[in-house]
């Protein structure tokens, strides 16, 4: 069993769905709405958990109504919460729009996410102690660098999500083994992606490609129909992160499998699939007789 160690954001998602999503400027009428658990962090986390990884989160909440909630998703996932600490004000929360194809646009407030701008003992004890630091970019980047410079003079592996997407600097990408980008985030980061051994790159429903010292694979993703697109990143590279160690190929079929399931089931959190859902799609299927 793999163990992880998540460094990252934990977020109330406020979910609304539309037939299609507004223009700017113009107000649509909404089909429903709901309030789902979420953040790229605690996604991945309870992704991985499911996966069948043991996890360990560090993050923050708020002191509102929204925190004790945030706490809870992650320990009935079985996610360690020890190192998940409280902040003064806001929890973090997401709004997020689903049109009637699955597809989603969000915008995210940090909240209690913007104050983990350091790392204390116990959390680069922990860090040291995993065989792997999961990390994405909405937290505070120095906090992101702390943990994977630590991670790597410990012998750690660092996976990095580098979303939302935005220019880093070299001295974090030099501490990054493996990025898991999508195909946008690929082509913005270009270059930057030089120094990272193995880079994971996601195609929505064609699968993802790996690319490292081993050479190259590629999964052409599983066949679904897709109510809601969101979170079906973080339950690939949860997922993925969860499996590595079983060599990318094996992870790739994994992640793959984990993200597309993730897209039948609306909400992000809620949508992540667990270990036996993800064994049974992975399965070959007895043919009709």
Known sequence: MARIVVVGSINMDLVATVGRRPEPGETVLGEGFRMVPGGKGANQAIAARRAGAEVEFVGAVGDDLFAGELRTVLADAGVRTRR??????????????????????????????TTVTALGPDDLAAIAEADMVLCQLEIPVP?????????????????????????????????????????????????????????????????????????????????????????????????????????????????????????????????????????AAMSPQPSSP
Do not use: M
């Not at 004000?89 to 996410?113: C, L, Q, R, Y």
């Not at 997407?165 to 493996?178: A, F, T």
């Not at 490292?212 to 599983?222: D, L, S």
């Open 84 to 113: 998940l600490r409280s902040a003064a004000g806001p929890s973090g929360v997401a709004s997020i729009v689903v049109d009637s194809t699955g597809e989603n646009s969000i915008i995210v407030a940090g909240g209690a996410n």
């Open 143 to 279: 906090t992101v660098l702390a943990a994977a410079r630590h991670a790597r003079a410990s012998g750690t592996l660092v996976l990095l999500n580098p979303s939302p997407v935005q220019q880093l600097s070299r001295e974090l990408w030099d501490v990054v083994d493996i990025a898991v980008v999508n195909e946008g985030e690929y082509e913005h980061l270009g270059p930057a992606l030089a120094p990272v051994a193995d880079v994971v790159v996601t195609r929505g429903a064609h699968g993802a490609v790996h690319r490292g010292p081993g050479g190259e694979h590629h999964h052409p993703g599983v066949a679904v129909r897709a109510v809601d697109t969101t979170g079906a990143g973080d339950a690939f590279t949860g997922a993925l992160a969860a499996h590595w160690q079983e060599g990318p190929a094996t992870a790739l079929a994994w992640a793959c499998t984990a993200g597309a399931l993730a897209t039948t089931k609306p909400g992000a959190g809620a949508s992540i699939p667990d270990r036996a859902a993800i064994e």
